[in-house]
């Protein structure tokens, strides 16, 4: 029992609403809460609390008030003997508190708000969270610091965390600079980072360009004004420098037949699981089994290390000076052995190429098909999956070296979206279910 525990029937309404909750598809009758601690008292009220579903544990920052102001109606949870609650990560006042405890180094109720070492944090700033979709939430302070809450409560090593922290000890110019961690005594609650202000998304880049060519319908994909080409380019060196400080920094190896064979058998489980929740993906099981069954052809030595292990075009950012990578968390709804393990750095090289198809695909979603679109969309992809490989292949190994693993990672990771997408955003199912279909129709 918490404080919170009256509020449960309303979370029970709320949650399902939040774009973070991974648990859309399930029954939801209960929803409760535990440890339940009061981060700043009085009114307005932060409490830190854990929500058990049946989708896992969440974390929830709750602010409470006598009376709610307008510009925080948008965030009400419900009401409970004549208080309003509701998420806090919208009210600048509770969140300027978590940067002050980060900024003080200080422990409440088991939680430790600490600066990484060295890096000095002040706390004035004027907080916002982000606008963006995504699978946690993040709050940023003023053009200087962003925080981001992990959603997800996961005991264990955090590998967003871990790997910020090694890329920076080995001066990486493609990260933001770690500069404070929220943690309990097993888990990572939450990391602040330097704000990349002026930063330009890869994916608001990247479907800018597709709109572009789209609108020139009679133009190629080489003679329209926002080519993405260049930059593709850039972000696979950019990757690749990435996978060379994580290796200079951690470590790597190489992994003969039997963690070839494993991996391939994880592929297969992979889709058992996904078969089983969308019944959309049965027609396309032979051909995605047989994909995976030709990994196994090519060469049975694979170089493995730390990697990104959810690398998209939504987690990179261009600054004026270059690309940055973030989001080190891996697939958030993975188990965490699988996200810390040493894997192929392919598997980022998948998850970016399958990232370029989504970019220029999703905007047909919903539209009457039109052939002419479709030709340019795919001939956008097809130039920018060989500009970023390019690039890639300019500092480390040419990743279509190995087609038959790459290309069941891809088909791997398309699978992961349509779980994904059927979790989290029900309406852009079609997006990785078209591609497995022209993929395994051998149309890309
Ligand atoms: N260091 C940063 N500087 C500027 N913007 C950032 C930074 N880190 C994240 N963002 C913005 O916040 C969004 C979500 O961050 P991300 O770490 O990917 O969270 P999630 O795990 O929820 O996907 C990004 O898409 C980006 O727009
Ligand atoms: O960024 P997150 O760590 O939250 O990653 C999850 O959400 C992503 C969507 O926000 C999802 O990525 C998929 O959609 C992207 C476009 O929105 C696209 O660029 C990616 O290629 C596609 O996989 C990601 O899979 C998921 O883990």
Redesign the pocket.
């Known amino acids: 029992m918490t404080e919170l525990t009256p509020l449960s029937d309303a979370l029970l309404r709320w949650l399902p609403e939040q774009r973070w909750f991974g648990g859309k598809n399930r029954d939801l009758s209960e929803v409760s809460t535990r440890d339940a601690v009061t981060l700043l008292d009085g009114d307005p009220k932060l409490v830190h609390a854990v929500l058990r579903t049946p989708d896992g544990e969440y974390q929830l920052l709750v602010g409470r008030r006598r009376e709610l102001p307008e510009h925080l109606a948008h965030a009400r949870i419900g009401e409970v003997d004549g208080f309003v609650y509701y998420e806090a990560v919208h009210d600048t006042e509770l969140m300027r508190r978590l940067l002050e405890l980060i900024a003080e180094d200080t422990w409440v109720g088991g939680i430790h708000f600490a600066p990484e070492p060295g890096a000095q944090i002040v706390p004035s700033q004027r907080a916002r969270p982000v606008g963006a ?4 939430t993040s709050v940023i302070y003023g053009q200087d610091y962003i925080l981001k809450l992990f959603r997800r409560v996961v005991v264990g090593p955090n590998p967003d965390l871990q790997l910020h922290r090694a890329l920076q000890s080995v001066g990486c110019k493609h990260i933001a600079r770690p500069l404070g961690a929220i943690t309990d005594e097993f888990v990572v609650l939450g990391i602040l980072q330097e704000f990349l202000s002026g930063a330009a998304e890869g ?1 608001a880049m990247a479907t800018a360009s597709v709109r572009d060519l789209m609108a020139e319908a009679d133009l190629h994909a080489a003679e329209v004004g926002g080519d993405f080409a260049g930059e593709s380019f850039r972000l696979g060196q950019s990757v690749a420098e990435v996978h060379a400080d994580l290796r200079r920094a951690l470590g790597g190896g190489q992994e003969g037949p039997e963690r070839l064979y494993e991996a391939v058998q994880a592929m297969h489980r992979r889709l058992d699981t996904v078969l089983a929740d969308v019944p959309e993906l049965a027609r396309y099981e032979p051909a995605l089994r047989a994909v995976f069954e030709e990994a196994r052809n090519g060469p049975s030595v694979v170089d493995v290390q730390f990697i990104h292990g ?1 690398l ?4 990179v950012l261009r600054t004026a000076t270059g690309w940055k990578l973030i ?1 080190f ?1 891996g ?2 709804a993975a188990p965490l052995a699988e996200r810390n393990a040493l894997r192929s750095p392919l598997r980022d090289v998948a ?1 970016m190429l ?2 370029f198809d ?2 220029a695909q ?1 905007l047909l979603v919903g539209n009457p098909a039109d052939h002419q679109l479709e030709v340019r969309a795919r001939e956008w992809t097809a130039r920018n999956r060989d500009a970023f490989c390019d690039g890639y292949a300019e500092v480390g190994a040419d990743p279509r070296e190995q087609g038959p693993l790459l290309r069941a990672l891809e088909l791997d ?1 398309a699978v ?2 349509v779980a ?1 997408e059927h979790g ?1 955003r029900p309406d ?1 199912l079609t997006v990785p279910l078209a591609s497995i279909a022209r993929i395994t129709a051998g149309e890309d």
């Open positions: 979709e995504q699978s946690n994916w959810d998209h075009l939504g987690q989001d968390e697939e958030p998850g399958r990232s989504y970019a999703q990771k992961y979206e994904y989290n852009w």
